[in-house]
């Protein structure tokens, strides 16, 4: 390697350089963000759903995920605020008429310049990446920015329901747009854990309330330190009823010793076999 003649060497070989970073391809990021599902890696079918963050899902994907958190191994990365359903939202896209066969037969071909499957209901614009697409919250109703800058209006252009600036969500963001719902995803999650916090405390309230009523003690009242409070009435009652009761009937005593006791038996001086467990009208 020089020294000999033979050849020359020049100062890259001899000289460690830095490397420089690979560059993306950016029409290959397109493809990847605006074809394929963030978290399966696999080509946008409908029903398709999105998250705050604007990034596009296929709705199978993110039941597996919920389902079982492991099924993806970068889901983490990826889609680590998305915990439910509640978390995505439906999006309602407007199918492209122009299209011949299936997205995913396009996408296998490897064109880069291939027609999507989605295109906005009012300039119908392709849903590819070269024009920015937003979604509102409300409906989850498709819409490019240009249709939405348009026609200003509060309603949705397409089923009419009412939104504000806060529910259009930029799908796969850049730049300030990015930031903003960044932010909107903090403000949910400070929302979510002061909801939690209050939850918690109306249970501990309940709670404790139950145990406190666990706990009065009942008061005994005793019968004879109790005061009367027997009204006239049943007074008036009970001596009505004992002045037309039936008079009580006395027995002889050859009557009475017949219903006694054996030792009341013993002392009666009448003993007389004939009455023993019998009952007679002429025994007295």
């Known amino acids: 390697m020089g020294g000999d003649g033979g050849s020359i060497p020049r100062r890259i070989e001899l000289v460690r350089q830095k490397q420089k970073a690979e560059r993306l391809d950016g029409s290959l990021k397109t493809v990847t963000e605006w074809f394929y599902c963030a978290l399966s890696k696999k080509p946008l079918e409908t029903p398709v759903v999105s998250c705050i963050l604007g990034k596009l899902y296929n709705k199978e994907a993110i039941l597996e995920y919920v389902l ?18 509640k978390d995505v939202t439906t999006l309602k896209l407007t199918p492209n008429p122009t299209l011949e066969g ?26 590819n990446g070269k024009h920015k697409f937003c979604y509102l919250l ?8 240009q249709a939405l800058k348009e026609v200003p209006t509060s309603n949705c252009l397409v089923c009419n329901q009412e939104y504000s600036s806060e529910d259009v969500i930029v799908l796969n963001p850049k730049g300030e747009d990015l930031e903003r719902q ?3 995803l903090e403000t949910r999650k400070k929302i979510k854990k002061e909801k939690k916090k209050d939850k918690k405390k109306r249970d501990t309230t309940a709670e404790s309330s139950k145990h406190d009523t666990k ?6 009242i005793n019968a004879t330190s109790a005061p009367s409070f027997a009204p006239p009435v049943m007074s008036e009652a009970s001596a009505i009823l004992e002045k037309y009761a039936a008079p009580k009937v006395q027995l002889s005593d050859n009557v009475q010793s017949i219903f006694a006791k054996d030792e009341e038996k013993n002392k009666t001086k009448v003993n007389n076999m004939f009455f023993h467990g019998t009952y007679t009208r002429y025994a007295a």
Do not use: W
């Open 68 to 85: 079982d958190p492991t099924s993806y191994g970068d889901a983490d990365k990826i889609c680590p605020h998305i915990k439910s359903l």
């Open 102 to 127: 299936s997205l995913a037969s396009n996408i296998a071909q490897a064109d880069r310049n291939l027609p999507s499957s989605f295109v906005c209901p009012v300039t119908m614009k392709e849903m």
């Open 215 to 220: 706990k009065v003690k009942k008061v005994k």
């Open 182 to 184: 960044n932010l909107l």
């Open 138 to 145: 409300t409906c989850g109703c498709v819409l490019s920015e």
